[in-house]
Each structure stands twice: as structure tokens, then as C-alpha cells.
């Protein structure tokens, strides 16, 4: 049974306010590998492969997490720290599936749901109490349909909106359940001590120059100046005050709408080849493009991932007038993202291709331009061969190795 923060409890909301749950499962990775292997379990797991490639932590569990290991440190970072760690090569085919799971058993309990990254979803429970109970009985139903039916852990927060109910299930963690105050003055109070850092938008350096200017909590934000604000957020000046006091209009996305299909791939070594780095996208706007065809889908908007050789992370993106159903016209969409984003001889340690915006494939067959479904087919009779053969057998002709360009050529 999941423990349950006394934090807010005096504010139950009632029988019309929003509600919204944030369910996040908890060091999901290390703990699928903990479950199918019990050897591992009240060991420190680190999901990510040898640590001494140049891969990154995918996933640490608790375990390892007291030794300062956690999600995007570098494995050779990790095995420094922990060296008698457990390192797990991923698993994604495996984490998929479980994510799938969750969401099924998620959507028994709300029709609305917000699925935000693999482990972690929204549920709006706004007008249902009278047919499935308080918020916090719910919420208890979840935590343990989760733990009955996937072996796992999940905490779970409570709350008016996205943002206070993403920041609660944080509160408890592992195995938790945080309700939030649903009274604004309450809301204000139940924020004010928190770390700046848990505000989003405010990321490790913005979090560092707040703190020499002596704003340390949320509440020093709420009593800040307005000219302050201008001059540290500019123009989201207003979204960062709204955000300390807890106001969050947003509503819950629906899956179709939220979707993203995505592939990375790291080097061995940082990249500044431009033909090395368009290979890499071809082979990423394939894999996505046969993803999304596997499940009927297109994106509208194309996304090119990046990772420098300081590790800081960067993503670009092109929304067009209709969805992306080909792999060549993600590629081409993700070449000119390249060619407009990254300098020459810029350092790359990882590039990825993605699409979001998911649209159903059976209605843009519709409405797409003749070429685009003379490449679909193409594309699709690749798959057939694919599968029936192996992937191997049909490459590209950009595939194949040539001298190295300029990257503006």
C-alpha cells in the first residue's frame, strides 16, 4: 500500500474542482530489471550499458542513486561513483511494453489521459467522484492495480492542475501519494518553501544565477519585483509568476495529439563529419518512419535532437502544413534542421531525428500530395522485404560511405 503525505490533506477538493493526477512510476527502468532478475534486487542497478563506452545513464535505481548516480550523468561518470554497480544494457522493447501496460491500466479509470514520456502520465478525474470515489481512493486503486498487475511501484500526486500535480508526486517518493491544497491561499503556502529548481523552465544555470541574486525558494519568487522578473525571464516574466503561485490553465493533451516516435543514436567518438552525421539521420528517419507506419501514424512536426560534446542537450523543430509519413521526407526535413542549427566543425556527441503532433496514417492518405504516397509505398513495400528477408537487404544509396564535405556544400 502506497504511503500517503498528510500535506494538503485538510484541503480535499470537492465534488466540481479539477483534479488531476500525476502518476509517475518510479526508477522505472532499474526497477523492471530488479523484478525479471531478483539477484539485482536492494542492489544498486544502473540501466545503460558498459560504462566504459561513451553511453549515458538511462535509468539508476534507488540504490544507486545514494551514490549520486541519476539519469543523463555519463556511464563512466556512474561507474566512477559506483563502481561495484550493477550496469544493464537497456531494454527498450521490454520498457515499451510495460509503459503500454501502464497506460491501459490508466485509462480503466479515466477516459483522459496525458501520457508525458514512457513512465509517467496525467489522468484528469475532474467530475468523478460520485462513480469512482475521492481523488485519494483513486489514486490508492491506481497504486495498487499498478503493483498487482505489473510488480512495480508508482508515486502519485494530487492536485488542481499539471503543474502542482507533477511537482507533488515528486514529493513522496518511491511509493507515494501527495495531495495538494486546492484552496490558493493554501496553494501559495503549501509552495513557498520549495526549491526554485522546482519550477519548470528553471533549469540547473537559471536555477544557479537565481540563487546568487538570494532567490533560494518559490516563495522568494512569489515576493519578487515585477522588473526583477522582466529582467531575469523577459518575456515569460508573467508564466513564471503564475507558475509560483501554483496557477496552471493548461489542459490535458490527448494521446494522438502528445504522441512523439523517436531514434538517437551516440558516437563512439564526437562527431563534426557532416556526411557521417546525415547518415546517421538517414538512419534515424527510417527507423521512425517504420515505427510509425507499424502503428498507422504520421508526424507534423519533425524534431532533430542533438548532444554536444558538453553533454548539453538541444532539440529543433519544423511543423509543416501536413504530416510526415515518409522516412525521406523526415530526412530531408532533418538535414535542413543541420544545415540551419549546427556550425561547421561543431563537436556532436549524439544526434537523433523524431515526429510529433501524430496523426492517423489512414487520413493522410487522403490528403497527402501524389510523391509523398508514391514514397509511402515505397517505403512500405521496404518494410514487407524488411520483414520478411532481414533489414539488411536493401540500403540506400546515401548509405553507402563517401569523402567527407563541408557542412554548408
Not at 6 to 22: E, F, K, T, W, Y
Not at 112 to 131: K, M, Y
Not at 206 to 211: A, H, I, N, S, V
Request: charge should be positive; aromatic fraction near 6%.
Amino acid at each position: 500500500m502506497a504511503n500517503l503525505s498528510n500535506r494538503g490533506m485538510d484541503a480535499n477538493p470537492n465534488i466540481h474542482a479539477r483534479v488531476v493526477l500525476h502518476v509517475d512510476m518510479d526508477a522505472f527502468f532499474a526497477s523492471i530489471e530488479q523484478r525479471d532478475n531478483p539477484v539485482l534486487l536492494g542492489k544498486p542497478v544502473i540501466v545503460g550499458g558498459d560504462p566504459t563506452s561513451r553511453g549515458v545513464v538511462s535509468a539508476a535505481s534507488y540504490e544507486a542513486r545514494r551514490f549520486g548516480v541519476h539519469s543523463a550523468m555519463p556511464t563512466r561518470e556512474a561507474y566512477k561513483r559506483c563502481p561495484h554497480g550493477a550496469f544493464i544494457k537497456p531494454r527498450m522493447k521490454v520498457y515499451q511494453a510495460e509503459s503500454e501496460h501502464l497506460m491501459q491500466i490508466l485509462q480503466t479509470f479515466s477516459p483522459s489521459i496525458e501520457p508525458i514520456s514512457v513512465d509517467e502520465a496525467f489522468v484528469d478525474l475532474t467530475g468523478s467522484a460520485r462513480l469512482l470515489g475521492s481523488p485519494v481512493e483513486v489514486a490508492k486503486a491506481i497504486a495498487h492495480a499498478i503493483t498487482a498487475q505489473m510488480h512495480l511501484t508508482a508515486s502519485i500526486g494530487i492536485a488542481p492542475n499539471k503543474f502542482l500535480a507533477k511537482i507533488a508526486s515528486d514529493c513522496n517518493k518511491p511509493n507515494g501519494i501527495t495531495l495538494v491544497p486546492f484552496t490558493q491561499k493554501e496553494i501559495i503556502a503549501w509552495l513557498a518553501p520549495l526549491p526554485i529548481g522546482r519550477i519548470w523552465g528553471v533549469g540547473d544555470v537559471t536555477e544557479k544565477k537565481l540563487r546568487i541574486t538570494g532567490i533560494q525558494t518559490i516563495g522568494d519568487l512569489q515576493h519578487a519585483t515585477d522588473l526583477f522578473l522582466e529582467q531575469k525571464f523577459g518575456s515569460s516574466a508573467q508564466r513564471f509568476r503564475s507558475l509560483s503561485c501554483g496557477i496552471d490553465a493548461r489542459p490535458l493533451n490527448e494521446p494522438h495529439a502528445r504522441g512523439s516516435i523517436s531514434k538517437e543514436h551516440t558516437f563512439s567518438t564526437d562527431c563534426a563529419n557532416v556526411n557521417e552525421l546525415r547518415k546517421t539521420l538517414l538512419m534515424c528517419a527510417t527507423a521512425v518512419a517504420a515505427e510509425a507506419r507499424a502503428k498507422n501514424l504520421a508526424g507534423r512536426t519533425v524534431v532533430f535532437t542533438y548532444r554536444l560534446s558538453n553533454f548539453t542537450r538541444h532539440s529543433r523543430r519544423c511543423t509543416l502544413s501536413s504530416a510526415a509519413l515518409t522516412a525521406n521526407q523526415i530526412y530531408q526535413i532533418g538535414c535542413e534542421l543541420l544545415e540551419k542549427h549546427i556550425r561547421p566543425g561543431t563537436l556532436i556527441r549524439l544526434a537523433g531525428l523524431g515526429i510529433s503532433n501524430l496523426e492517423s496514417l489512414i487520413q493522410q492518405d487522403l490528403f497527402n500530395a501524389a510523391p509523398q504516397r508514391a514514397w509511402a509505398k515505397s517505403e512500405k513495400a521496404s518494410d514487407a522485404l524488411a520483414a520478411k528477408f532481414g533489414k539488411k537487404l536493401i540500403h540506400r544509396g546515401t548509405e553507402i560511405a563517401h569523402p567527407p564535405r563541408s557542412m554548408h556544400d
